[in-house]
C-alpha cells in the first residue's frame, strides 16, 4: 500500500472567487490548512465541533495549505502564490509534528533563497493566471515554456531563468506534483540562450593595500564624528584581510539585524592575534562555522588587530552584530557601500569600477601576488573549487 505524506500533498479542491466568479485552485502555504468549506469528519466526535469541521479535509482530499485571503475573504493575485510567504503554521487539522516537518521543509531554505523563490513563484503563477485567466497548483511544460519566453522577451539573463526554475522545481517537489523543470525541451531551451546571451565580464577592480590606506586617510573628511571613522575603518579592513564577503559582517539593513552578520560573541583580540569565528557563509548553509585567524600587521597602515581593537574598545556595551553605530543601531550593507563610494570619489577614482566584493577580489590578488600556493589562496578565501581564479586580477595604475 502506498503511503501518502498528509504535510506536502497538494489539493484537488477548487474554490470559487466571489469577486470573479471564476474557478481557481489554490496555491497554499505548506503546513498550513483549508479554510471556507465544511470538512467530512472521519469519526463522530467530530461531528459536535462546529469549530474544528471547518479544518477538517473532505476525505480523499491532500492537506494543502491555506492560501492568502483580504478581508472580505478573496484571495489576492500575489497573496494566492506565496507559498514561502509567511512562514506561519495554523494548528487545526495537523498533528505537532506535521507542523514540525511542514517548517523544517521551509527552513531547509535560507532566508534570501527563500525570498527568492517567493518572488518567482508570485510572477511564475502571476504570468500563468493573466495569460490563461485561471492559475492552478499544476505546472504543464506548455505553460512553463510560455513563461521561459516571455522572461527572455523581458531580457532576463538565462541565470535568472534557472533561478525561477529552481522555485518552481521546490514547489512542485514540496506539493507532491510532477515536476516539468527538467524536462528535455526546458533544459534545451535555457542551454539555447545561455549559447545565445553574450557573456557579461565581471569587471569589478580589486582594492590593494596601498588603496585601502588611502581610504583610511580619506574617512576622516568623510564621516561625521572619531567614532564612525573608527568603525568604518575596522569593517574595511576586516573585509580586506579576511577576504569576507559583506553579507557575512554587517546586517542587510539597520532594522532588520537577525543573526546572520558578524555577532560581538565571533571577534576575540588576543595580543597580535584577531580570531573570528564565521557562523555560515555562502558555502556553509548549514552553519557548521570556521575559526579565522589574521596576525597584526608588522608596517604601520592598515592593520586587522589594532583596528578591530580599537573599535571594540569603543563599541557599544551591547549583544547581537558585531558593528553597531554609536547610537546602537546596527552598520548596514547599504551604509558601508556609501561611505566607500564617497571615499573613493574623494580619492577621484572611477567608483562605478569598484564595490564591497572589491575587498574580498583585492584579497585573492593581494595573495597571489606575494607567490602563495593556490591552497593557501583557496584557504583565505574559504574556497573549495576553482572558483577562486576569477578573484585573481591585476591591479589597475591609479
Known amino acids: 500500500m502506498r503511503m501518502r505524506n498528509p504535510v506536502l500533498r497538494r489539493s484537488k479542491r477548487q ?42 479535509p473532505r476525505r480523499g482530499q491532500r492537506h494543502r495549505g491555506c492560501p492568502l485571503q483580504d478581508a472580505d475573504g478573496e484571495v489576492s493575485a500575489t497573496g494566492t502564490y506565496s507559498i514561502l510567504g509567511s512562514g506561519t503554521f495554523s494548528t487545526g487539522a495537523l498533528g505537532p509534528w506535521e507542523n514540525a516537518v511542514a517548517e523544517a521543509v521551509l527552513g531547509s531554505l535560507a532566508p534570501t533563497t527563500r525570498r527568492a523563490y517567493q518572488g518567482a513563484l508570485q510572477a511564475f503563477f502571476g504570468f500563468q493566471e493573466a495569460q490563461k485567466g485561471q492559475a492552478g497548483p499544476t505546472v504543464s511544460e506548455t505553460s512553463l515554456l510560455t513563461y521561459l519566453a516571455h522572461l527572455r522577451e523581458m531580457g532576463r539573463s538565462p541565470t ?3 533561478s525561477h526554475l529552481a522555485a518552481v522545481s521546490f514547489y512542485c517537489k514540496a506539493s507532491g506534483i510532477p515536476d516539468t523543470t527538467g524536462t528535455f525541451l526546458v533544459r534545451q531551451a535555457i542551454k539555447g540562450w545561455v549559447r545565445m546571451t553574450p557573456k557579461v565580464k565581471d569587471t569589478r577592480l580589486p582594492i590593494s593595500l596601498k588603496l585601502l590606506a588611502n581610504i583610511f586617510a580619506t574617512l576622516p573628511h568623510i564621516c561625521s564624528s572619531p567614532f564612525e571613522i573608527s568603525l568604518f575603518r575596522a569593517a574595511f579592513s576586516l573585509a580586506f584581510f579576511g577576504a569576507f564577503r559583506s553579507g557575512e559582517i554587517v546586517s542587510p539593513s539597520r532594522v532588520d539585524c537577525g543573526d546572520r552578520p558578524l555577532q560581538v560573541g565571533d571577534v576575540q583580540v588576543c595580543g597580535q592575534t584577531l580570531l573570528v569565528r564565521l557562523r555560515r557563509s555562502k558555502t556553509d548553509q548549514l552553519a557548521k562555522s570556521t575559526c579565522i585567524s589574521m596576525q597584526a600587521s608588522a608596517t604601520p597602515g592598515p592593520c586587522p588587530v589594532k583596528d578591530m581593537a580599537a573599535y571594540s574598545n569603543i563599541r557599544p556595551r551591547k549583544q547581537g552584530p558585531f558593528f553597531l553605530h554609536a547610537d546602537g543601531s546596527c552598520l548596514s ?6 561611505i566607500l563610494r564617497l571615499c573613493l570619489s574623494a580619492i577621484h577614482l572611477p567608483v562605478a569600477s569598484y564595490g564591497l566584493h572589491s575587498f574580498r577580489i583585492g584579497a585573492a590578488s593581494t595573495v597571489s601576488g606575494l607567490g602563495a600556493p593556490v591552497s593557501r589562496i583557496m584557504e583565505v578565501g574559504r574556497w573549495r573549487s576553482k572558483a577562486y581564479r576569477t578573484y585573481i586580477r591585476p591591479f589597475p595604475q591609479h
Open 15 to 56: 474554490g470559487r472567487l466571489a469577486s470573479t466568479g471564476a474557478r481557481r485552485q489554490h496555491v497554499r502555504d505548506l503546513g498550513g490548512t483549508k479554510h471556507g468549506s465544511k470538512a467530512r469528519h472521519r469519526s463522530s466526535r467530530h461531528r459536535s465541533s462546529s469549530s474544528s469541521s471547518s479544518t477538517h
Open 160 to 162: 535568472t531563468m534557472r
Open 333 to 338: 550593507r547599504y551604509q558601508l557601500a556609501a
